[in-house]
Structures are given as C-alpha cells and as structure tokens.
C-alpha cells in the first residue's frame, strides 16, 4: 500500500478533494482532524498549559483562538507546538492505516514540507489555488478574519515552493473542473 499526502494552503479546497478520492475509494487521513483530537487529552493539555500559558486551557478546555493567536504570531512557538502534536498524527496514521485496503491512502496536511514529513511519503500531490481565492474560502468556511487568514498562509511555506516540491499538481480555480485531474492523478498513482 503507497502512502500519499496530499497538501495546499489554507482554503486551498483539500477536504474537497479529499472527499472526491473518497468517492473513488482511496481512505483519507486528515491531519488536522486527528490533531485537534490530541486537545481532548487532559495530560497533553497540561502540557499545553504549562508551555503556552493558562489563559489557552479553561476547565480542561482548549481556547482554540486563544491558541492561534499566539502561535500564529510567533514562529517559534509555533514550532513547539507543532513539535508537541506532530508525533502523536503520525502515531495515528501509521495505526489507522494498518486498518485500511485501498492500493493508496492519502494524507491531507497543509503543512507537509514545511515539518518535513514528505520523506514519509511515497508521492505528493499539491492543491493550487489562487490566494485571493483561498482567503475567500477560509475566511468564510472559519468565519474569521481576513487578517487572521492571512496570519496563516503567511506562516506556511509560499505556495510556489510547495508546487516545485511536488509530484502533482490539481489547480483548484473554481473554473477547472477538477475530477478529470484527480481520476487522471489515480491512474498514475495505481500505475506505479
């Protein structure tokens, strides 16, 4: 079974593509998803706490903007972060992945090169969007901000080199019809 990550910018539209490769019958992984999981974890918030402040955890609680705003403001901590919850998503994968039958799963990050986990990855694909239509999407999906989209697409490595870095590329413009791209991403993937 090939590993496959799948990555893009804020409002690049990856849970949408994700979804057409579910339709197609390769299992999806979200990174995101399964790292918001570690928040409900009582010992990882203490941790949290204990490096973050007490104003990010409230009652056993994560104050998620509280979070954001910080992180999203210094990169440095935003690299403790990161280092504390990348661990415990990959963890997960490798075990929710033994449970799957497809010829390939597929991965979903935002961040995949810029943590360096593409070396996990047999072949990546990369969600192109124009930016003002990602902030668009993002600000409306998160109802948030434009500054607070803007924070996070600028602590993310710039598209361009996401591009370059990758195997593949699906242009998601809101023009494009994006299913011929994705069967046509398959078929390679299957033929390797």
Known sequence: MKNIALTGSIGSGKTLVCSVFEHI???CFNADNHAKECYFDNEFLKQISKEFGENVVKNNVLDRNELSSIVFQDSDKLDKLNSMVHPKVLESFSHWKKYQSAPYVILETAILFEIGWEKNFDKTICINSPK???IKRAM?????SRKS????INSQMPIE???KKSDYIIFHDNITMLLPQI???HSKIIAI
């Open 161 to 163: 080199e996401k591009i």
């Open 132 to 134: 003002e239509i990602s």
């Open 140 to 144: 409306s999906r998160d109802n948030v």
């Open 149 to 152: 989209i803007e924070q996070r």
């Open 183 to 185: 069967l046509s991403i």
């Open 25 to 27: 019958g390769i299992p």
